[in-house]
């Protein structure tokens, strides 16, 4: 199975901050990663596909990006409602395998 | 708009089969442009996918649980269930049914999630 390794695990920051998450395969996934955030006693919401491509209705302050096999979740400007866990999933190769998640929460 | 919305017992006995349904309105599974999936999640963990099924009746499965489980479509009725036999006190979570995209094979449109709780 393809590993999915998310850092931080968690992370504190304040309303307006510039926050990255970073995801890295355990092997070379092309761009098939996707990104979703999830609130307490919700589901998932996805946010960005194939790495960088915004869903629709996604703000733009969400953004994506790669580097080889390391994949980053970039907002912009922290707004009081992004406070939430993120995680990314690979659809490279069967299984589909979800990162462990980051969650964001308040300074 | 599509809605998913799972349904089943909140309680099975261990070693019995967990048994869900997920209605859909909004779009047709016999489409043939989506995965029709079930994801889980144990309260306060991580996400975990089952499996999905697409409507030609071909189905992936997860291999930790491949030899439990089988999912299925019902076409008349526009639903797709889940069944994990042999269920442990491990099985417990929320279990999400969710619409997957083929190219990208990304999750667009999920259900709410049902807690099921194994215990004798």
């Known amino acids: 199975d393809i590993q999915m390794t998310q850092s931080p695990s968690s992370l504190s920051a304040s309303v307006g901050d510039r926050v990255t998450i970073t995801c890295r395969a355990s092997?070379?996934?092309?761009?098939?990663l996707n990104w979703y955030q999830q609130k307490p006693g919700k589901a998932p919401k996805l946010l960005i596909y194939?790495?960088?491509t915004l869903q629709s209705g996604v703000p733009s302050r969400f953004s994506g990006g790669e580097s080889g096999a390391e994949f980053t979740l970039t907002i912009s400007s922290l707004q009081p409602e992004d406070f939430a866990t993120y995680y990314c999933?690979?659809?490279?190769?069967?299984?589909?395998?979800f990162g462990q998640g980051t969650k964001v929460e308040i300074k | 708009q599509v809605q998913l919305q799972e349904s089943g017992p909140g309680l099975v006995k261990p070693s019995q089969t967990l048994s869900l349904t997920c209605d859909v309105s909004g779009a047709s599974i016999s489409s043939g442009a989506y995965y029709w999936s079930w994801i889980r999640q144990v309260p306060g963990k991580g996400l975990e996918w089952i499996g999905y099924?697409?409507?030609?009746?071909?189905?992936y499965y997860n291999p930790s649980l491949e030899s439990r489980l089988i999912i299925s479509l019902d076409a008349s009725n526009n639903r797709f269930s889940l069944k994990l036999r042999s269920v442990t006190a491990a099985d417990t979570a929320v279990y999400f049914c969710?619409?997957?995209?083929?190219?990208?094979?990304?999750?667009?449109?999920w259900g709410q999630g049902t807690l099921v709780t194994v215990s004798s």
């Open positions: 969710a619409r997957a995209g083929q190219k990208e094979i990304n999750f667009d449109s």
């Open positions: 999933q690979q659809s490279y190769r069967m299984p589909l395998t």
């Open positions: 099924m697409f409507y030609s009746g071909s189905a």
């Open positions: 092997q070379s996934i092309s761009s098939f």
């Open positions: 194939a790495a960088s």
